[in-house]
């Protein structure tokens, strides 16, 4: 009962003070002034918003205006695509990693991953901007088969880039997930009589799907967060660019409702990801 | 269950297929930073240094260079502190709401970019707050403090509460126990957490869009800037090289001091 304790509790509220107040009153309440500003209303004259002028002319834009609909749908797809593609990239070599790699090379390849995980954002942006881009290496590459470069207009350059970026988020948990499980499971699965294929479907796999939510919670939220990459690499508008261009040019409570948005959508993720069990993997 | 030779090979294609994937365009912009030519032309038509010397006379580089050095320190420091008291007083104490605090520090990094951004760029002009370095500091700090906390919650876990008690017992009121006892067994996890967050800080890019003044720009900024203009791109490319060798530096470094405990998936 350390909280009885005079002295204890206020050593523990010396503690958390900092992280609380940092983390609780400005952050949490950087995303309630957000909140609000959705609800408030923009004064078309100075361009200001006006607080405390209730509204709700920006969700009704949002819902009218058939372009925001679009876009909206447009990167849920595009968080989906790219999620399943991460997916089917990731298992083999999260399961290679686990299962047949010997300690020393499992020890290499994780930190194989680890680098492209951690180096420069925009400069993994950056390099796939030039391979894809006219006179670049794929270009190079696929004109000896008599094919066009896509060139830097299409959408389907921000899915190959997107899958390129959060790839190594995929990975390490579907990694962590299969190497728990213990290998007496997979025995007793085949003395039971179950031939590989029957024991991967209905032992590994199962085990693993929490793997693969829990990486998936990272390449959906990266997706719908990023607006640089759909930038640089195609011409077409998510829900990060809508809300960029509106943040300081165009209008603030629009891109705050917006914002809502990926928000919900990651709550309502995060919420079945734990019924799921994919917090152990994280 | 024994894997079958067949699946073996195809496993082991898959995975030099998926390291190939992961590690070809850093490849690419590896040789691009050495190509003499003033154009993106592939395939490169010989061997240069010269950009390096450009780059690094190029007055805009360089102040971009000082900023992100001066934000990575004050972002990281302040991470330090913060994600140090977070994580001892979670895995030392009990208290009501103790389960929600890891989830409120890890908000910041589980919520899309856009908005950490946009709500504190909101926040900031809202209360009339001037954009600058500053505001630049708050912003990656915010998303810093997790990385520390993981790796210093990770090590208290592991450190043995015997020595505390003992000092303890030995007469030494809170303050001196943490800092003889629990402060040294917890060096090279604060070594490591601190070289993560300042990996993450310096090439963070979506927040920092966001918290940015007109005037203030960090190394990652001036690349997404600079590749609008063609003239610049030989520049980019080596900047951009030495920016993914000053990201992943950092890392390696945390996994050699720390093992394996550092530098997982929660950037």
Request: proline residues 6%; contains cysteine.
């Amino acid at each position: 009962m350390t909280w009885l304790h005079p002295r204890r509790g206020l050593q523990l509220r010396l503690l958390l003070a900092g992280p609380i107040g940092w983390l609780g009153v400005v952050y949490l309440g950087a995303l309630l002034i957000l909140l609000l500003n959705a609800f408030w209303t923009k004064d078309s004259f100075t361009g200001r918003v006006e607080p405390f002028s209730w509204t709700l002319d920006a969700f009704d834009s949002l819902i009218t205006v058939e372009v925001y609909r679009t876009i909206a749908i447009r990167t849920v797809v595009m968080a989906i695509l790219v999620t399943a593609t991460d997916a089917l990239i990731a298992f083999p070599i999260a399961y290679y990693m686990a299962r047949i790699a010997s300690a020393r090379t499992r020890g290499l390849l994780v930190i194989a991953v680890l680098m492209p995980l951690w180096a420069a954002y925009l400069a993994k942006v950056y390099a796939w901007r030039t391979i894809i881009q006219g006179k670049g290496p794929l270009e190079w590459v696929l004109a000896p088969f008599g094919i066009a470069g896509p060139g830097l207009d299409e959408i389907a350059n921000t899915w190959l880039v997107l899958s390129y970026l959060w790839l190594p988020y995929m990975i390490l948990p579907i990694y962590a997930s299969l190497e728990r499980i213990p290998g007496s499971l997979l025995e007793a699965s085949s003395d039971l009589g179950a031939r590989a294929g029957s024991t991967f479907r209905r032992v590994i796999l199962p085990l693993a799907f929490p793997g693969v939510v829990a990486g998936s919670i990272f390449t959906f939220s990266l997706t719908l967060g990023d607006y640089i990459t759909p930038d640089l690499v195609s011409d077409t508008k998510f829900i990060g660019n809508v809300i960029y261009d509106n943040s300081s040019l165009g209008s603030l409570p629009l891109a705050a409702a917006y914002s809502l948005l990926p928000v919900a959508i990651m709550i309502v993720y995060l919420l079945v990801a734990r019924r799921l069990g994919a917090f152990e993997s994280l | 269950m024994v894997e079958s030779r067949a699946v073996r090979i195809a496993l082991r294609i898959a995975t030099a297929l998926a390291v190939s994937f992961l590690y070809m365009p850093l490849v690419i912009l590896a040789i691009y930073a050495f190509n003499p030519s003033r154009l993106l032309v592939w395939p490169p038509t010989g061997f240069t240094l010269g950009w390096f010397g450009e780059a690094a006379a190029n007055p805009a580089v360089i102040r971009a260079v000082i900023n992100s050095l001066l934000a990575g320190a004050l972002a990281t420091s302040i991470a330090l502190v913060l994600g140090t008291l977070a994580a001892y007083a979670v895995q030392r104490y009990r208290f009501f709401g103790r389960e929600s605090i890891s989830f409120l520090l890890v908000l910041p990094i589980a919520l899309p970019g856009v908005v950490t951004g946009i709500a504190l760029r909101t926040t900031f002009t809202t209360f009339g707050v001037d954009f600058g370095l500053m505001t630049i500091v708050i912003g990656h700090a915010t998303f810093c403090v997790v990385i520390v906390y993981n790796n210093v919650i990770a090590r208290l876990r592991r450190l043995p509460r015997s020595p505390e008690e003992a000092s303890a017992d030995l007469g030494a009121d809170a303050a001196t126990t943490f800092r003889r006892i629990t402060l040294p067994g917890m060096r090279t996890a604060l070594l490591s957490g601190g070289l993560l967050a300042f990996a993450l800080s310096f090439d963070e890019v979506i927040v920092t869009i966001f918290t940015a003044g007109p005037g203030t720009q960090t190394i990652p900024m001036w690349i997404y800037q600079a590749i609008g203009r063609p003239t610049e791109l030989p520049v980019v490319n080596v900047v951009a090289l030495v920016l993914v060798l000053l990201s992943v530096i950092p890392v390696w470094l945390a996994q050699r001091i720390a093992g394996g405990e550092a530098a997982s998936l929660s950037r």
